[in-house]
């Protein structure tokens, strides 16, 4: 899929989850071949957003990946570091504990998106 199709399919997804519901979402290209995010009446618009504007907002991501949380889990060799799927530390070999913080499913592959080299490509993987 090229980017456009991949944005376009994106915001059709978290469009159905909430994301903007009300309104009209047009993905369009200007200048240097940029795509843009027309919200509103493509004559009359209420908004320009950019990709990144989109896809690294919080609110974008709740709605693209929802809002359901899971347990996290920590070490006491580093408290700091928190692990998702493991049952034992990688550092010290010892069973993890149970956090107090909750990840909410969206916040880790937006994190990962946000560290990728090609953010539409890893977004691309979830549609």
């Known amino acids: 899929m090229t980017n456009k199709q991949i944005l376009k399919k994106a915001i059709e997804q978290a469009k159905k989850n909430g994301w903007y519901s009300n309104e009209e979402i047009k993905v369009t290209i200007f200048v240097r071949r940029l795509p843009k995010i027309i919200v509103g ?4 618009p209420k ?13 974008f991501a ?8 899971e ?7 580093n408290p700091t570091n928190y692990y998702y799927t493991f049952k034992f ?3 010290c070999g010892e069973k993890l504990i149970k956090s107090k913080r909750i990840l909410k ?3 880790k592959p937006l994190q990962q998106m946000v560290l990728s080299e090609e953010p539409l490509k ?5 549609l």
Request: proline share 0%; net charge negative; with cysteine.
């Open 41 to 44: 009446d493509i004559n009359d």
């Open 62 to 69: 709740k709605a693209f990946w929802g809002e359901q949380s």
């Open 89 to 91: 530390c990688s550092k």
């Open 105 to 107: 499913s969206w916040e």
């Open 122 to 126: 890893y977004l691309e993987q979830f």
């Open 47 to 59: 908004e320009y957003l950019s990709i990144n504007d989109v896809i690294f907002s919080h609110d």
């Open 71 to 77: 347990d996290i889990f920590k070490c006491k060799c």
